[in-house]
């Protein structure tokens, strides 16, 4: 469910017309829902509430915008973060640094230094390596920070290819065959308290299954650590809960991932952290563009919106589907293929699909733009950054500023020897 809705024939974000929003802030743009966004903490929080002990980490990769963290501190949550950039932002945005975890295949000794600098809660290790590294660190700067090691468990999530994290050959944490004895190696530093096991298995995840089946093995995994005197008051769960993008697309309410989780964990006796990002975040955007043209095509006509794929990557990176709605719909239906104005065929949104008519000059919405959208932007094509605003019932504001190409080029330099 989310607050952008239909309203006398124009589509509203909360109580503000689509249309006004459009005249004021210019297109593309990204528009976000404080309320939808509020809705999200709050009902993924209350699937959890049959477990005793949780700490709830927005994943701050799928929405860095200090608002967005602002809200979600607010609502009670952490971040997982994954680069000193995220760290730094989790910290503006009013997010405890104890509620904090550092998440991450490769973080730096610089990276590891400013997390031990703010004292975050934990930190999320990935290999032997890297736990020994930050020991040394840590050491060196007379802390202890909490620790978990994040388990590679070998499922498959029945997710995209490059979204996909919990399999063998992934990059991510290590082998579960081999984490007992690496766990128990990195519990001999005096300067790393060792207290539990992270796992997660990837993202848009529509299934409860693999979740289940990682979940099974860290609980095993769990269990070998006490049976060999180690102490494991923790656990992280990881997030990748899927959102509903097309129609027919039903992924596991919080009720039902909650209720597994509980039924998976009841003896673990652990505090049992999440970090959730896309099921938060998702639904609470949408990215508004207005058409170009309508060009006609050797088959269905080509929508040309003024968004592209360097505002919205996840068509051309993930083959995504976001659903295309015109802002003030007239009843009457097209086929199309929706693209952008770059210089490529991978910026082109969708194919001969069938969308509720548009022509030159309409504003239409991208739904489900909330998370990995402007996060993921870039000034391809000599573009502006794509601005972002939140709604919030009748107030709005800019929370994100379209950064122009002239900004942009005057970071650049000529070397005098060019000349
Ligand atoms: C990306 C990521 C998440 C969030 O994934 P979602 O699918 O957005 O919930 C959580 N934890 C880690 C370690 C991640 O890399």
Known sequence: MDFFQLKGGIIHAENLPLTVLAETYGTPCYIYSAGTLRRHARVFREGLSALPKVHCAFAVKANPNLAILRILAKEGYGADVVSGGELARALAAGMAAEDIVFSGV???????????????????????????????????????????????????????????????????????????????????????NMRGVAVHIGSQLLSLNPLKMAFERVGNLVQQLRERGLTISHVDLGGGIGVPYKDGEVPPSPAEYGAMVADVTRNWDVTLMFEPGRVIAGNAGVMLTRVIRVKQGHGDPFVVVDGAMNDLARPALYDAYHDFVPVQPDGTNMMANIVGPICETGDTFARNRPIGAVKAGDLAIFRTAGAYGATMASTYNSRALVPEILVDGDQHALVADRIDPATIMAAERLPDWLD
Request: with cysteine.
């Open 106 to 192: 490769g973080k730096t000794a610089a990276e590891m230094r400013d997390g031990l600098k703010a004292d975050i809660g934990q930190f999320n290790i990935e290999s032997i390596e890297e736990g020994h590294e930050l020991a040394a660190i840590a050491a060196e700067m007379g802390k202890c920070p909490a620790v978990t090691l994040r388990i590679n468990p070998d499922v498959d999530a029945a997710t995209h290819a490059k979204i996909s994290t919990g399999k063998a050959e992934n990059k991510f944490g290590v082998a579960i065959d081999h984490a007992a004895d690496i766990f128990a190696e990195l519990a001999g530093h005096s300067s790393l």
